[in-house]
């Protein structure tokens, strides 16, 4: 008979017998799953298929003919507990096996029926117990019973609700020299109900309970070494490329080096990957693209130059399809599969490392937006690698020079394939594209020159360019060491803002109101964009019940710069809003169609404020701020934000978001509440940057019906009241001009010199 060992590493069941402290067995249970254990279990039922037996039913009672088949072999018997009478009964009912095991297997009953005796203390129920036992393992287990107690110990795996008499037949072979895995998902409660101590057994606790999405018997383990296979190849070659690390000054020298040339280490590749943002001179900077195209082709350096990478076409990805897969790993492991260079081991292995690192980084959390992206990135990689890598020696390091917009698709392509053998060169004279790779956190390096501007062809051609004269040279040298990370702001330094709405006590507002952008909490310029805090208040009630301060504290606030609202509504209806249809795809503004039409009627401005003005109302649409019900909303913005007046154009145009900023004050004493279109006008205008105020002395509702709570604050100053008269705009204007007089004037008198 063996003994049951202690099991401490559950891989210890695949230990040969000799291996094994005493030759002992395993009896162990394992209760709940989570992915190691289930692959484990996986394993153990192959092995079990071979030499034991897996079990997911309950054993079936022996029938009346399987009874009287042993009876006739072993004959009629007085049924006692006797090792001489157990020993003569498995003789001649399995004569089929090796003495010693015939040995063992009666050891084993003896020992597990006289501890069944001393709980049930019913000859005939034992009697019962021992015949249903002995036609269990010829029916069932005979196919195993000559390995058992063998250097390949054979292996049971039950799983499921036991009963009791399984639980004690499971005893007798694990005593007889095999080793038992008991499973359940759920609980433990029918093992505990048998083994209320919990002596028989060695526990294994999974991570989670209840029924695995994938059963074990349906876990593919080739898959799960192919997994293994790859990860061990991605780590095999993870530090064969160094990115950037041979940077020392001027990128623009490094790209026609050989490998050799950037460093002396022949074990490695040193490549580069640079975001080049942004614009100085315009025409030198078009020289300078143009000259660097002809530079790559008279060098005869292999390079791929694209300003728009199209979407995979049906042939390239139909091959690459999935028709199943179980999980995301399984998913990306298959597709990994498909990435295939032929006569280049270690470029294999780095093509996969770059494939798996690259989805590491991307923001999805779905398996059908995982799989559109890899699969694109896959086809693009098959698309550009015979080109890249068709005559790829160590010292030659091609080049993938991109151009112009990008979208986070095609930016995780060139974050993909800087993990390669290739420089990377991301060239765009927009800096707002850099966000897109900031998203991604991409391991680029960023070089940026002094302006942004809108997007052109990437020039074909030298241009005639201006010579600058050595005082010029100097002032914009002057220029950028003054306005560079100085906190100060030269005229209309930036064409890009984002307005954050600022919360605030409502004290804090006649504080803030006329203070300049840069001199507010929060503000801070980024990636040439600045962060305008502004104010976008709803006040209700009277301070005091006092009129007259009442409308002296509205008039302080007036400035050169201000629109003035006298109730609503204030936009006209937006009647024919239906017309800007064509210029809408998908919740997506189509600028270019704005801008070609024959009504458009923005074109004397300036292109970034044209551009500007789109883009707010683009954000506008994303953010959902305006609610109403039964109407094409956005529709509704477009049409309003391509028809504001002069006025508000005005303001737009000479808006300097560092400094002063642009007011819309608006006075509702009636029970007129805002419109949508006003709703629209206020949020956009708040969107640009303006500051606004909407004083309510009857604390009506009149914005807060289509705009948000989120994009303005509410206070309430004082008691309502109502009939009130809205003085004229010039009344107020003269009180702020005496209130600003009588300031200067004290100051003058009584205030301290700053």
């Known amino acids: ?136 393992l010829k029916s069932d287990f005979n196919h195993m019973l000559c390995h058992l107690g063998q250097q390949n110990i054979p292996k049971i795996l039950y799983e499921g609700d036991i009963s009791k008499y399984e639980m004690y037949f499971l005893r007798v072979l694990c005593l007889s020299g095999c080793d038992i895995a008991y499973i359940h998902f759920y609980d433990e409660n029918y093992y505990m109900k048998i083994d209320d101590t919990a002596a028989w057994t060695d526990v294994f606790y999974g991570k989670r309970r209840g029924q695995p999405l994938k059963h074990f018997k349906n876990i593919d383990l080739k898959a799960l070494q192919q997994q293994q296979q790859t990860i061990q190849n991605i780590e095999s070659v993870s530090d064969i490329v160094k990115t950037n690390t041979c940077i020392q000054g001027d990128f623009w020298k490094i790209i026609f080096k050989t490998n050799s040339q950037r460093a002396l280490d022949k074990n490695h590749y040193y490549n580069i990957f640079i975001q080049y943002m942004g614009i100085d001179d315009i025409e030198l900077y078009q020289n300078r693209l143009y000259t660097l195209k002809e530079d790559f082709i008279q060098k005869e350096k292999c390079f791929i130059m694209e300003e728009d990478m199209k979407n995979p076409t049906i042939e390239e990805s139909n091959h690459l399809r999935l028709i199943k897969y179980d999980n995301k790993n399984d998913m990306l492991q298959q597709l990994s599969q498909k990435i295939v260079l032929q006569g280049n081991d270690i470029l294999q292995k780095l093509f996969k490392r770059a494939f798996f690192k690259t989805i590491e980084k991307y923001t999805e959390n779905t398996d059908a937006k995982i799989y559109n ?61 850099a966000t897109v790779f900031e998203k991604i956190k991409s391991n680029s390096i960023v070089v940026e020159l002094p302006q942004s501007s809108d997007i052109f062809p990437f020039p074909k051609k030298l241009v005639k360019v201006k010579q600058a004269t050595t005082a ?186 560092t400094k002063e900023i642009p007011k819309v004050i608006v006075v509702s004493v009636n029970e007129s509440m805002a419109t949508l279109e006003d709703a629209i006008y206020l949020l956009f205008l708040n969107l640009i940057g303006f500051d606004i105020a909407v004083f309510t002395p009857t604390g009506y509702r009149n914005i807060d019906k289509y705009i948000s709570r989120n994009a303005f604050e509410e206070y309430e100053i004082g008691e309502y009241l109502f009939q009130m008269e809205v003085p004229e705009k010039s009344r107020l204007e003269r009180m702020s001009k005496n209130m600003t007089q009588e300031n200067g004037l004290f100051n003058r008198l009584f205030g301290r010199r700053k």
């Open 1 to 136: 008979m063996y003994q049951r060992l202690k099991c401490n590493n559950k891989q210890d069941y695949f230990k040969p017998l000799s291996e094994r402290e005493k030759n002992g067995v395993y009896f162990c249970r394992f209760i709940g799953f989570d992915e190691d254990l289930l692959i484990w279990e996986r394993t153990l039922q192959i092995v079990s298929q071979q030499n034991g037996k897996y079990i997911s039913k309950k054993l079936q009672q022996p029938n009346e003919s399987a009874v009287n088949s042993f009876f006739d072999v072993v004959g009629n018997f007085t049924f006692v507990i006797e090792k001489s009478l157990f020993q003569e009964i498995i003789k001649k009912w399995l004569n089929f096996i090796p003495q010693t095991i015939q040995q063992n297997i009666s050891d084993a009953m003896f020992y597990i029926l006289s501890e069944l005796y001393t709980k049930e203390n019913n000859i005939n129920i034992l009697k019962n117990t021992f015949v249903k036992f002995m036609c269990w």
């Open 373 to 433: 992206t890899a699969l694109k990135l896959i086809c693009w990689l098959n698309r550009y690698s015979n080109i890249l890598f068709q005559n790829f020696d160590y010292e030659q390091i091609p080049l993938f020079l991109y151009y112009g917009k990008i979208n986070e698709s095609q930016a995780l392509f060139l974050n993909m394939i800087s993990y390669l053998p290739v420089d990377v060169l991301y060239i765009c004279s927009d800096k707002g594209y």
């Open 472 to 657: 010029y040279q100097a002032e914009r040298e002057l220029d950028t060491l003054l306005y560079t990370d100085t906190g100060l702001y030269r005229q209309r330094q930036f064409n890009r803002s984002r307005a954050v709405t600022l919360k605030t006590v409502y004290e804090e507002i006649r504080i803030l109101w006329k203070e300049e952008a840069k001199y507010r909490p929060n503000f801070e310029t980024k990636n040439n964009v600045v962060i305008v805090p502004n104010i976008f208040a709803k006040i209700n009630g009277v301070k005091e019940g006092n009129k007259t301060e009442y409308w002296k504290s509205i008039a302080e606030l007036f400035t050169e710069n201000t629109i003035f609202i006298k109730n609503f509504p204030y936009i006209a209806k937006a009647r024919q809003y239906t017309s800007v249809s064509q210029f809408l795809k998908n919740g997506k503004i189509l600028v270019e169609a704005v801008k070609k039409h024959s009504s458009y009627s923005y074109d004397f401005l300036n292109l970034e404020i044209q551009n500007y003005i789109l883009e707010k109302a683009q954000e506008m649409i994303e953010l959902h701020w305006i609610t109403a019900e039964g109407v094409d909303i956005e529709k509704i913005i477009l049409y309003i934000v391509l028809n504001l007046d002069k006025k508000t154009l005005q303001l737009i145009q000479q808006f300097d978001f």
